[in-house]
């Protein structure tokens, strides 16, 4: 039943490392007791890469295939991700020289590296093109580090927005590329209008409770 919540889950990110970030709801910094994590098992990580469009059919069922043919590979590639998710979301709230921060960077560098060892140039784009994720079965966490650190080496920060709690949002990160710079929740069909009704409905109920005291 993992695999259906996937559907649920709001692709809302705009960046693969932002929806990385994004599968574990509400995001708050600590986490709550409540707290639904999209990616529990290596089935969910697999529709998930597809539905952001980092694999594609044929690569996820290379993926499959190498996750079936070796035990323990699959939830190899999930704990990475997990890893590199967790890591992400801490650089991205702190921003700062704490201990944590220089974990979560230096995690990053371990697995990019790791990641780098398994790519590989080939004739392409311009002159060459970088293939990452050239090993079946860490594709995705190799691919999710790639986009990881370029995300943090070019991200500007003025787009970088959470969804407000504190209003009744649920802390999910995304780059806010609107002209103005408006855009207050990750999706104004969900958290947006969510909070317009809780607005609406408290306000009744204020109403109704100074009719009753009346
Ligand atoms: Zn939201």
């Known amino acids: 039943m993992a695999d259906n919540r996937n559907d649920v ?15 574990v709801a509400p995001r708050v910094p600590g986490g709550t007791a409540d707290e639904l994590d999209y990616l529990r098992a290596p089935a969910a990580l697999l529709a998930w890469s597809r539905r952001i ?4 059919a044929s690569e996820a069922t290379a993926v499959a295939a190498a996750w079936d043919s070796a035990a323990g590979t699959a939830e190899q590639a999930l704990h990475a991700t997990i890893e590199i998710r967790e890591a992400v979301y801490t650089v991205l709230a702190r921003r700062d020289e704490s201990a944590e921060m220089a974990a979560a ?5 371990l697995r990019w590296s790791a990641a780098a060892a398994r790519s590989v140039l080939v004739p392409g784009g311009a002159v060459a093109e970088l293939q990452v994720g050239t090993s079946p079965a860490l594709m995705i966490p190799d691919r999710l580090v790639a986009a990881a650190v370029e995300l943090l080496r070019t991200v500007e920060l003025r787009q970088l927005r959470a969804c407000p709690i504190e209003e009744g949002g649920c802390g999910f990160l995304f780059l806010d590329r609107s002209r103005n710079g408006s855009r207050r929740w990750c999706s104004m069909e969900d958290c947006g209008t969510q909070a317009k009704i ?3 409905s408290e306000r009744r109920r204020a109403t109704t409770v100074e009719g009753v005291q009346r």
């Open 9 to 23: 889950l709001r692709i809302v990110g705009g960046h693969p490392a932002l929806d990385l970030v994004n599968t």
């Open 53 to 56: 469009g980092l694999t594609d």
């Open 105 to 109: 960077l230096e995690l990053l560098t």
């Open 198 to 200: 809780r607005k609406l």
